[in-house]
């Protein structure tokens, strides 16, 4: 049976060295994975679907579709980053994990009000209750939140933008 990594990589017409050169390993290492000479890693594949946009399920198994709807593909990410080294995307995504509708609904406020020109520290004590801005610094530590609210502001703005058409 041919590999799905051989298979993904005659799909899209590359060669062994172009898959290495964009996952970071030589056209050798692919070969070697192809030929069942080495395993296909968690990490190799988590990096071959993340490059790829591929299915992860089908690349280890071979059952479903080689390519990943959009939702899988976002799964993926959220996979890798909380597999990876970067402590504070891995405690940005704790954090929102914690949040109720209502939280997520105090922050979308927050978030307007900030691209209103509000003061943040200000605002964050009257838009939020005390237990939400306690799950999001326990999820994210202190310093990071402040961070966070900043990010959040950034991707209000673009938000924004993109639904005025203005990009």
């Known amino acids: 049976m041919e590999s799905t990594l051989r298979q ?9 060295e172009e898959v290495g050169r964009r996952v970071g390993v030589t056209g050798v290492a692919i070969s070697r994975i192809e030929s ?8 190799m594949a988590l ?8 299915d992860y399920v089908w690349l280890t198994t071979g059952q479903g579709e080689m390519f990943a709807s959009a939702d899988d593909a976002l ?3 959220v996979d890798s980053i909380m597999q990876g080294d970067n402590e504070l995307a891995k405690s940005i995504f704790r ?14 406020d927050l978030i307007d009000t900030f691209l209103a ?19 999001l610094e326990d999820g994210l530590g202190a310093e ?11 991707l209000g703005e673009r938000d924004g933008k993109e639904k005025g058409g203005d990009q």
């Open 8 to 16: 993904f990589r005659k799909t899209l017409k590359l060669s062994q």
């Open 117 to 135: 020109g509000a003061v943040p520290a200000e605002i964050m004590e009257q838009r939020m209750d005390a237990m939400a801005r306690q799950r």
């Open 47 to 54: 990096s071959l679907c993340k490059e790829f946009g591929l």
């Open 75 to 77: 799964g993926g990410i």
């Open 144 to 154: 990071n939140a402040a961070f966070m609210y900043g990010y959040a502001l950034g």
């Open 36 to 43: 069942g000479d080495r395993p296909l890693t968690d990490r």
């Open 95 to 108: 954090g929102f994990a914690q949040f109720s509708e209502d939280d997520w609904r105090k922050l979308r």
